[in-house]
């Protein structure tokens, strides 16, 4: 008999130098079993897998089996978003609560009912007793979209009812999860403060009167003050990122942990997930990072050849984070422009000068105007737009929020389109998501213990 306890033990590069290597399969396998990557057709365009009446993100036209480019449109319930965001400037108001509305009720609220709606969101605000000393601030997170995930799960045990998948649980579920999920996100960022930064923490909670914005700049600041301006701003910015169609990568998620019929919990802490990649919502996180490289790097924020040469090196790899992607620049959708984009870049330029972001936005502005060129050749078409994360970081920073918060901000505001689509999927769509993978291996006998031998490398 073996003693295993004199065995010799294996590290973890040992373990790992035996794995089989994922070698890249051969491109002409996709075209012969029509494998659709990344759930995109040949032309770029994703595979449609549903029906939704919650938003429409509109980009190009076809005509004639060609794409044809055309200027962005983004409707929540078929309300234009730049008409939500006007209708909410011209009567100098919070919008965000509203859209919440708008996207799980399908209907503008009267001003009898929002209010009534936002007394509700006060009461759902409140977190757990000891919910925060519990499950944030003794197990702190590096990540504060990891925190905000973990925080989600955590709210499944203080449920009594969590698994009911009845139409008016799941909408109690859903008002909990938006309401709560700013203060998650500000006690999470404080807890990696105090743990991984060593610095002092403060944890406030929400005050009753205050929009969901207001609120998240107040838990935000040790002194607990912002201008009505900022607030306005960090309103419009939840508005726009609340909702973006059912494909994208996190909402997809959702929908597709929603088939199976789990739990709210386990379906936005999905979500969560997926919109924590730098492909996807971190990709603001990853402009900033390309900014400030930029700006390192060029002498001259009015030299368009100088900066023209940087991001030409970027594209080639050779500077940057070495993946060749000018961030913030092209869309899966949008072809002309991205409405959300225009939106913000309005709002940048505003305050760019009078808080010292100028040369920030200028280079922004720059990257906008001389990447499409270059990334034409790769892409292979002409129309590249910048999209919605080339300008929100700088938003949020003239807004004093720290870079770990950006994409937790992202979360926080498309909870509410997340909620939508979850509760859209369970009433209409009665079948479990289950695409397929074409198989290409090989047939192998089976070999008995004794008569294997140790494979080198």
Known sequence: MT????????????????????????????????????????????????????????????NEYERVPCEGELRYRGIDVQDIVNGCLRDDRFGFEETVW????????????IVAFNSLMEEYRVLPHDFIEDMILKAASRDIMNKMARSVLA???YDDNPDDLSME?????????????????TAGYQAKKHVYDTQDYFIYAPLQGLSTAENILSMLRVDRS?????AL?????????????????????????TSSRTDTYSALAAGI??????????????????????RANVRDPHDDEEISAYLQKIFRKEAGDGSGRIYGMGHAVYTKSDPRAKILKAEAGKMAEERGFGEDFLLLDAIERLSPAILASKRNEDTVCANVD???????????????????????????????HRMEELATCHRIMRPAYRANLDQLPYVPLAERKEKTN
């Open 273 to 294: 997930g997926s919109l924590k990649g730098s492909w996807h919502g971190g990709a603001n996180i990853s402009v900033n990072k390309m900014l400030d490289e930029i």
């Open 155 to 157: 709210l499944y045990s």
């Open 102 to 113: 708008l996207l799980l009720f399908g209907y503008l609220p009267t001003e009898q009912e």
């Open 226 to 230: 912002y201008t009505r301006e900022e």
């Open 3 to 62: 003693d295993h306890n004199t065995d010799k033990k294996m590290d973890l590069q040992t373990l790992f130098c035996k794995m089989r290597k994922n070698e890249p399969f051969e491109e002409s396998l996709y075209t012969k079993y029509g494998v659709r990557r990344g759930l995109r057709n040949l032309d770029g365009t994703g595979v449609v897998a549903g029906i939704t009446r919650i938003s429409n993100v509109h980009g190009y036209v076809v």
């Open 390 to 420: 080339l300008y929100s970081g700088l938003v949020y920073r003239m807004l004093r929020i720290p870079p770990e918060l950006f994409t937790p901000l992202f979360a926080v505001s498309r909870s509410a389109g997340w909620c939508a």
């Open 233 to 257: 701003l960090l309103d419009k910015c939840l508005i726009l990122h609340a909702e973006h169609g059912g494909g994208n990568n996190s909402t997809f998620s959702v929908r597709l942990l």
């Open 169 to 185: 649980n799941v909408l109690r579920q859903s008002l909990s999860l938006v309401a709560r999920l700013p203060s998650i996100m």
